[in-house]
């Protein structure tokens, strides 16, 4: 993932400068992608081992905040060489992809985002333009039957009808024409190339192509996907960084084409839709959006990681949903390949709340109001929905007052199917709560708004 905060968001553009694609399929699929709500991230890889900062702490110039868990080894060189040896141990042999997609699709996600390489350079896919891979004969995983893990993963989850984001780094700190040897800069002296791209086309060139060939990979090779979601906002031309994204974007569109963009930070018509990090923005965002924020605090996995609640999930879900976009919940596998029971608890609340609420989350959009203090608004069509955001324990009484300022003939509580007796107040609905649920702390009452 990408650090830069952009308008106090990480990961995220303006909207103001949103560029609605020119493709008509491709606009329809964005109508597809607003509809989901709730995507599944996972960052999995060789850095999954050590339970660090993913690929981050390679760069010299991002050690300060992403080598903070590097507490065995002071010089960075030292680190680099442990890190990048990392895939001569990488050996996920409890994964079961099959197993990670029935916990997604039971639990309310409706498309996958996962890591098909990292900034790191090392590829989970059996790409024909690098040894650094899963399947290469170094790593003790390539003999496995999952070795080829994009593969297993995209066609368990796709069996289950759920969508498939590829996440792909467009820096490759592992490519030798990137972090090129005797260049104007050392190697790792920052995120970017070792080089002006100018001042050497030849070898910016060798890896435009290097870069092209591996996402027309994943394009050509790993069945249909829906969207490519490319990481690492330093590579663009406003960074003198340009990879020809959109002669790649027009060739991968014959082969996918409805396929969808998420050129990160970077804008213009590549950026399908932004994506803000770690941080779900205060007030709507009327073009398509997704937060990407973590289920624990970090993206890769943690051995000691504190997870969100429940509670936390869900009003997070409410939150970002409310005012217009997706969230992509991210969940890090552990280095044996297994999902963290305590992540999967958390999330498992998650998906039981939807399962009796989710018709006021999927297919939604913007309301108005979208929200009025600890209420939240979505409508679909013409019926609306409120959604209350209750805390930790704050039970429910036999009244709430819902600030909806316009018309209601008829509010049902989502889940009981219940039909609520409500009046009209100079503050909004004021709403008599069934029995059943006084005395209660619910994570988030739903009711229906016709």
């Known amino acids: 993932m990408a650090d830069a905060i952009i308008q106090g968001m990480h990961g995220c553009s303006r909207e103001d400068e949103y560029v609605c694609p020119s493709y008509p399929l491709v606009r329809q699929r964005l109508e597809w992608f607003q509809d989901q709500k709730l995507a599944l991230m996972m960052h999995f890889g060789i850095y999954s081992q050590l339970g660090i900062c993913e690929s981050w702490p390679l760069s010299d110039g991002d050690a300060e905040w992403s080598r903070n868990e590097i507490d065995w080894e002071k010089d960075g060189a030292a680190f680099r060489e442990q890190y990048r040896n990392l895939n001569k141990s990488f050996n996920p042999v409890r994964i079961q992809p099959e197993k990670w997609a029935d916990f997604a699709a039971g639990n309310g996600f409706k498309y996958l985002v996962f890591t098909t390489k ?6 989970l896919f059996d790409t024909k333009y690098t040894d650094y891979k899963s399947t290469a004969p170094d ?79 994943l394009v050509r090779d790993y069945g249909p996907i ?128 939807l399962q009796d609420h989710g018709e006021a989350i999927y297919g939604t959009r913007l309301a108005e109001p979208n929200e009025q203090g600890a209420v939240a608004f979505t409508k679909k069509g013409k019926v609306h929905y409120a959604l209350v955001r209750l805390p930790e324990g704050e039970k429910l009484t036999d009244s709430l007052l819902l600030p909806w300022p316009h018309e209601a003939r008829k509010l049902t509580l989502l889940g009981l199917e219940a039909p609520l007796s409500f009046e009209r107040t100079e503050k909004g609905l004021l709403v008599r709560i069934p029995e059943i649920l006084q005395g209660h702390n619910p994570l988030a009452p739903a009711i229906r708004i016709e």
């Open 226 to 353: 829906d969207i490519l979601w490319l990481d690492g906002g330093q590579v663009g031309p406003q960074n003198g960084q340009d990879i020809r994204l959109s002669e790649f974007v027009e060739q991968a569109r014959r082969i996918q084409p409805g396929l969808l963009t998420a050129d990160r930070t970077i804008g213009g018509p590549n950026e399908n839709y932004i994506t803000p990090e770690q941080s779900v923005p205060t007030a709507p965002i009327r073009v398509p959006w997704e937060s990407c924020v973590t289920i624990g605090t970090a993206f890769s996995y943690r051995f000691d990681e504190r997870y969100k609640t429940p509670r936390e999930l869900v009003h997070l879900l409410i939150d970002v949903v409310c005012r217009g976009g997706n969230l992509a919940l991210n969940i890090a596998p552990q280095p044996d390949g297994r999902l963290p029971k305590a992540a999967m608890d958390a999330a498992e609340g998650l998906g039981k709340w």
């Open 139 to 217: 790593c003790p995983f390539h003999t496995h039957k999952y070795a080829n893990i994009v593969n297993a993963v995209f066609d368990a989850f796709r069996a289950k009808g759920i969508g498939i984001a590829a996440y792909f780094s467009k820096p490759d700190w592992h490519c030798p024409w990137y972090w090129a040897e005797g260049m104007e800069k050392p190697v790792a002296f920052n995120r970017n190339p070792t080089y002006d791209p100018k001042a050497h086309p030849e070898v910016w060139e060798q890896f435009v192509q290097y870069t092209h060939n591996q996402m027309m990979e």
């Open 118 to 123: 990292h900034h790191d350079g090392f590829c």
